[in-house]
C-alpha cells in the first residue's frame, strides 16, 4: 500500500551536511507517524528521529541538536537535515512510516550516509 523512496545519501567530510528525503506514494494510504532510523555494520538498527502527525519530534540523544526532522504533508514526503555530521553518524538511513489504514509499518530499501575525510 505504501512505498518509501530515500534520496540525499552520499559522502561527505566531518562537519558537513546532508538532507535525506523519504517520498512515499501507493494508493489507499494514510500515514500517521515517520521517522528514521540507522544501522552501522556490526551495530542494531537505532531510532535516529521521529514525527507524528500532530508534529511532534523526538531525537535519538546523538543527534539532538544537529538533525532536524519534518514532513510535507501535500507532498507525502519527509526530511532529515543532517548538519554537523560526525564519522559516527556513517550508517545506513532508512525511512519508515505507520500506515493507519493498513496497520502496519512501511520501510524504505535505505540511503547511504558516508562521513569521512
Known amino acids: 500500500q505504501v512505498q518509501l523512496v530515500e534520496s540525499g545519501g552520499g559522502l561527505v567530510q566531518p562537519g558537513g551536511y546532508l538532507r535525506l528525503s523519504c517520498a512515499a506514494s501507493g494508493s489507499d494510504f494514510r500515514i500517521s507517524a515517520m521517522g528514521w532510523y540507522r544501522q552501522a555494520p556490526g551495530k542494531q538498527r537505532e531510532l535516529v528521529a521521529t514525527?507524528?502527525?500532530?508534529?511532534?519530534?523526538n531525537y535519538a540523544d546523538s543527534v539532538k541538536g544537529r538533525f532536524t526532522i519534518s514532513r510535507d504533508y501535500t507532498k507525502n514526503t519527509g526530511n532529515l537535515q543532517m548538519d554537523s555530521l560526525k564519522p559516527e553518524d556513517t550508517a545506513v538511513y532508512y525511512c519508515?512510516?505507520?500506515?493507519?489504514?493498513?496497520?502496519?509499518?512501511?520501510w524504505g530499501q535505505g540511503t547511504q550516509v558516508t562521513v569521512s575525510s
Open positions: 514525527i507524528t502527525s500532530a508534529g511532534r519530534t
Open positions: 519508515n512510516t505507520f500506515d493507519v489504514v493498513t496497520s502496519k509499518l512501511n
